[in-house]
């Protein structure tokens, strides 16, 4: 579960912005898109969060930031070498922050344990970290490390609640890696539920799909089947049936390129030797007598093979209480599609594990409809400049009763493209 998020000079994100998911007052209504923190302190969290805001405000790059700091800490320590330069972008229009560390934090609850996890970096290493943990609501310092650039020397503090070989993980820590990642690496169980929560953030960049080959391999289990289908149905998508066939791959059907060497498609051919691919199928409904007609899934539109790609993760997502974070999440998606997911990701029934939904759109028909909280509205814009600034509608105080929509294209909550006269 993901409590606040936070980046600084990162991309276009000079001064530190940070996105929240606690919900605000308890006044608020549709208090069923928001969920009680398995935490004492009686926080709640909201099940799902859109950013708003022109092309090229930030948005994409609020999302980079998660995928880059899920990566970094999956991978830190054991995709990197020794003097391998990290690949982070600072902001590059002020002449103090290119050289400055990017600096990222994350405070989100594991096993019913609140977490605040962090670290900054320079291309060349890790320049701090720290970890606080909070068991019972009381916060214990488990990790501080501090580079000095002017002694070339790490500071390290480890709190008296942190356990195990520290001098062993702390001595096998490369400058251009986390302790967190190699700590974890070499069997620290301590650390372990962290790990497991970046594990199950889920991070599509814009342009990416979830990937229909984890929905095709749910449907092979008929239960989760008979879920996705459902899912796709009720989206009024006319499929009567899913059907997932395994095919041999067929070497000599390969179309290899003319020019490659025969030895180079031997090697390949031999690979590929005996193995299957997972080839799925939709039925549809005909008035035809003789049955429905099968269709393969690559002469299927965009938005069907777009909403089977996010069957099965969303169905894992709330399943598992996983966190997904999609930019764009409207491409090739009709608006009442998008109201129909959402529906899905606040119904308390359905979303028992507490999944949340986090996406950055240009759709703002979801502003009219009874189905986002105030705080759940967020909106990206750049100053003069251009740096990101990320804000909540609730900075504005609108009335319960306003017109979000209207109030958002006449430019009172700012955000929009300034677009100048066209002169031919």
């Not at 989100?108 to 609140?114: S, Y």
């Not at 990320?390 to 955000?415: D, H, T, V, W």
């Given at each position: 579960?993901?409590?606040?998020?936070?980046?600084?000079?990162?991309?276009?994100f000079?001064g530190?912005?940070?996105?929240?998911?606690?919900?605000?007052?308890?006044?608020?209504?549709?208090?069923?898109?928001?969920?009680e923190?398995?935490?004492?302190?009686?926080?709640?969290l909201?099940?799902?969060?859109?950013?708003?805001?022109p092309?090229a405000?930030g948005?994409?790059?609020?999302v980079?930031?998660?995928?880059?700091?899920?990566?970094?800490i999956l991978?830190s320590?054991?995709e990197?070498?020794?003097g391998?330069?990290?690949?982070?972008t600072?902001f590059?229009?002020?002449?103090?922050?290119?050289?400055?560390?990017?600096e990222?934090e994350i405070?989100?609850?594991?096993n019913?344990?609140?977490?605040?996890?962090?670290?900054?970096c320079?291309?060349?290493r890790?320049?701090?970290?720290?970890?606080l943990?909070?068991?019972?609501?009381?916060?214990?310092r488990?990790l501080?490390?501090?580079?000095d650039?002017?002694?070339?020397q790490e500071d390290w503090d480890?709190?008296?609640n942190?356990?195990?070989?520290?001098?062993?993980?702390?001595?096998s820590?490369?400058?251009n890696?986390?302790?967190?990642?190699?700590?974890?690496q070499?069997?620290?169980?301590?650390l372990?539920?962290i790990?497991?929560?970046f594990k199950?953030?889920?991070v599509?960049?814009?342009g990416?799909?979830?990937?229909d080959?984890?929905?095709?391999s749910?449907?092979?289990d008929?239960?989760k089947?008979d879920r996705?289908l459902t899912?796709v149905?009720?989206a009024?998508?006319?499929?009567?049936?899913?059907?997932v066939?395994?095919e041999?791959i067929?070497?000599e059907?390969?179309?290899?390129?003319?020019d490659?060497p025969?030895?180079?498609?031997?090697?390949?051919?031999k690979?590929?030797?005996g193995?299957t691919?997972?080839?799925?199928?939709?039925?549809?409904?005909?008035?035809?007598?003789?049955g429905?007609?099968p269709?393969d899934?690559?002469?299927?539109?965009?938005?069907?093979?777009?909403?089977?790609s996010?069957a099965?993760?969303?169905?894992?997502?709330?399943e598992?209480?996983?966190?997904?974070v999609?930019d764009?999440?409207?491409?090739?998606f009709?608006?009442?599609?998008?109201?129909?997911l959402?529906?899905i990701?606040?119904?308390?029934e359905m979303?028992r594990?507490n999944?949340?939904?986090?996406?950055?759109?240009h759709?703002t028909s979801?502003?009219?409809?009874?189905?986002?909280r105030?705080d759940?509205?967020?909106?990206?814009e750049?100053?003069?400049?251009?740096?990101?600034?990320?804000?909540?509608?609730?900075?504005?105080?609108?009335r319960?009763n306003?017109?979000?929509r209207?109030g958002?294209?006449?430019g009172r909550?700012?955000?929009?493209p300034y677009?100048?006269e066209?002169?031919f």
């Amino acid at each position: 579960m993901l409590i606040e998020f936070s980046v600084t000079n990162y991309r276009s994100f000079l001064g530190t912005q940070c996105l929240s998911m606690a919900a605000g007052s308890k006044a608020e209504p549709l208090v069923e898109n928001t969920f009680e923190a398995p935490t004492t302190g009686k926080l709640r969290l909201l099940r799902s969060a859109v950013i708003y805001g022109p092309n090229a405000a930030g948005k994409s790059n609020l999302v980079k930031a998660l995928a880059f700091v899920r990566e970094f800490i999956l991978n830190s320590s054991k995709e990197r070498q020794e003097g391998e330069s990290i690949e982070r972008t600072p902001f590059l229009l002020n002449a103090d922050s290119k050289n400055q560390p990017s600096e990222f934090e994350i405070f989100f609850i594991q096993n019913g344990v609140r977490y605040q996890y962090g670290f900054a970096c320079t291309e060349d290493r890790v320049t701090s970290e720290w970890l606080l943990v909070y068991p019972k609501n009381r916060a214990q310092r488990w990790l501080e490390r501090n580079f000095d650039p002017e002694t070339k020397q790490e500071d390290w503090d480890f709190g008296i609640n942190f356990k195990g070989s520290k001098k062993t993980w702390k001595e096998s820590t490369r400058p251009n890696a986390l302790f967190l990642s190699t700590a974890i690496q070499l069997n620290c169980e301590q650390l372990k539920p962290i790990l497991q929560w970046f594990k199950k953030l889920v991070v599509i960049e814009h342009g990416d799909l979830m990937g229909d080959e984890f929905s095709a391999s749910c449907c092979e289990d008929l239960a989760k089947k008979d879920r996705i289908l459902t899912f796709v149905q009720n989206a009024d998508i006319q499929i009567s049936n899913i059907v997932v066939e395994e095919e041999k791959i067929s070497p000599e059907d390969i179309p290899f390129p003319k020019d490659m060497p025969n030895e180079i498609k031997r090697v390949i051919k031999k690979d590929l030797d005996g193995r299957t691919i997972k080839r799925v199928n939709f039925l549809h409904k005909t008035s035809d007598p003789s049955g429905d007609v099968p269709m393969d899934i690559e002469d299927e539109s965009d938005g069907t093979l777009k909403l089977f790609s996010y069957a099965g993760p969303l169905m894992d997502i709330m399943e598992q209480g996983r966190v997904l974070v999609v930019d764009e999440f409207n491409n090739s998606f009709h608006p009442l599609i998008i109201e129909y997911l959402l529906k899905i990701i606040h119904n308390d029934e359905m979303n028992r594990a507490n999944g949340q939904l986090i996406f950055t759109t240009h759709d703002t028909s979801l502003l009219d409809q009874d189905i986002l909280r105030r705080d759940q509205v967020w909106f990206m814009e750049k100053d003069e400049n251009q740096d990101s600034t990320l804000y909540s509608l609730l900075e504005f105080k609108p009335r319960k009763n306003e017109a979000l929509r209207r109030g958002y294209i006449q430019g009172r909550y700012g955000a929009l493209p300034y677009i100048g006269e066209v002169r031919f």
